[in-house]
């Protein structure tokens, strides 16, 4: 016999949904486990709980649970309760074969980045001092390694000094660090409707409230930033301007000026998340550079050169700031890891790193060639030089279906409903291209993605 749980742990938020209300806890609980709030083998509250924490009828519970079952979501034990799956079970274990889920920079030919991470290590560790390396550093990097991230932000923030810059063991622990330094439990924070899952996983642990705002082809409207700043009074506003991740939005000048203007009537700070900021060859002007005052500017190397590297440098309004945030680094990540953070200041110091930089942007626009010449051009928004792709589905399609059908022919790729700050309209998902080994596996993959958008069928697992 089920035990009442009146408080359980995951409850979904149903407010703005328009489906029905056993495919809107479906719906969530899909988009959680995508997004990581819910952990493989995670126990679920019982079905009289939930059905109690949402004020619906036991019924609609017991339909969602056998619906998400059936999807291969979650999985129920008698006496032990209902816990979320692993990996979905749906037509069985399948190999994966091309993963098009991690949005990471693609690797060119030629670019022996083993041997320069094999060389730059080596010569790190030959020098005078590196001793220090296996030693803890100060948090937030030496004056050397924020100088040199001055220096990668250049193109960007020209004349910014060492003294607002910090070095963050990469751009999760920058956002996190930022939320818990700009919000506390119980605060609201503004965040483009669609976001990265990552400041969704970091809002939810830090108890924070991201509240979703309207998009068009440039990324956040104006009007609707101004009427959630005098409704919900946030406490910072969560942004990716440049390639937006995940729908490819980049904000023109002119709306990047019009968001400045309104943070500033406001008083909002920012969270500039500028991943992919220094991607485009003729670099767009940086929220930070709009609002100097009110915005933190973050930019990670792990989209620009390579993921395992793990260094951020995040730019803070001022020096003030930026001691605040020196110690939220401190109290959640100690500090960056010093034998990466030696390798990452050496190439910036060399020209090293502007030079894979180079290289990577020339291989994400050849694959965005590739991709535009597959895809439709109806379907697929995405950015010439971004490394991924935001495909809208035909109305016949929900994300899910198209996911796992994908999956079936051994792609991985990530349903909208991951990216979703409340409930999402309409159905797309996220194509990456960097994480493809090299052109011919992308072009296969792409190949088949085209060929299931071409299915005229509807299949029993749409919804």
């Known amino acids: 016999m089920e035990r009442d ?31 990581g709030l819910l952990r493989a083998g995670q126990r679920l509250p019982t079905h009289r709980a939930l059905a109690a924490a949402l004020g619906v009828d036991l019924t609609t519970v017991t339909r969602a649970y056998a619906e998400a079952r059936r999807r291969g979501l979650i999985d129920a034990a008698v ?9 979905p ?31 730059a290590t080596a010569a790190v560790l030959r020098r005078a001092g590196a001793s220090r390396l296996l030693s803890y550093q100060p948090s937030g990097g030496s004056r050397a390694e924020r100088a040199a991230g001055a220096a990668w932000l250049s193109p960007l923030l020209p004349g910014l000094p ?72 946030p406490k910072a506003l969560y942004c990716i301007p440049t390639i937006q991740n995940p729908t490819t939005a980049t904000m023109s000048a002119t709306r990047r000026a019009e968001i400045a203007a309104a943070v500033r009537r406001h008083g909002l700070p920012v969270i500039e998340d500028d991943a992919y900021g220094l991607l485009p060859g003729t670099p767009l002007p940086p929220l930070a550079s709009l609002a100097p005052e009110l915005a933190w500017h973050v930019s ?53 790193a502007r030079a894979m930089l180079d290289a990577v942007r020339e291989e994400s626009r050849e694959r965005q060639r590739m991709a535009r010449a ?52 309409g159905e797309a998902l996220r194509v990456s291209l960097g994480a493809a080994p090299d052109r011919r596996t992308l072009a296969g993959a792409l190949e088949r993605i085209a060929a299931t958008l071409e299915e005229a069928q509807t299949v029993a697992e749409v919804v």
Request: charged share 15%.
């Open 5 to 35: 749980m009146p408080s359980p742990e995951w409850v979904p938020d149903l407010a703005a949904s328009s489906r029905p209300i056993y495919l809107a806890v479906v719906g969530a609980l899909e988009a959680d486990v995508a997004g």
């Open 374 to 425: 597959v895809l439709p051009a109806l379907l697929a928004a995405s950015h010439a030089d971004g490394h991924h792709v935001w495909l809208r589905l035909p109305p016949a399609w929900s994300a899910a279906a198209f996911a796992e059908r994908v999956r079936r022919s051994g792609l991985a790729v990530v349903p909208g409903s991951a990216f979703a700050v409340e409930a999402s309209q």
């Open 79 to 87: 006496g032990r309760g209902t816990f979320v799956c692993a990996s």
């Open 162 to 233: 060492p003294e607002r810059v910090l070095v963050a063991c990469g751009a999760q622990a920058a956002l996190m660090a930022l939320l818990t330094t700009l919000a506390g439990s119980g605060d609201t924070v503004l965040a483009e409707e669609f976001t990265y899952p990552g400041m969704r996983a970091a809002a939810h642990h830090a108890g924070i409230r991201l509240a979703g705002l309207p998009m068009d082809g440039e990324g956040l409207l104006p009007d609707a930033l101004e009427e959630a700043c005098a409704r919900l009074r």
């Open 300 to 352: 990670t190397l792990s989209k620009c050169l390579f993921p395992a590297l793990r260094i951020a440098y995040v730019a803070a309004p001022d020096e003030r700031g930026a001691g605040r945030l020196q110690a939220a680094l401190r109290a959640t990540s100690q500090m960056a890891p010093p034998l990466s953070t030696a390798v990452a200041t050496r190439w910036i110091e060399d020209g090293t």
């Open 89 to 119: 079970r749906a037509g069985g274990p399948v190999q994966v074969e091309v993963d098009l889920s991690m949005n990471m920079p693609p690797q060119p030919e030629g670019a022996e980045v083993q041997a320069r991470l094999a060389q």
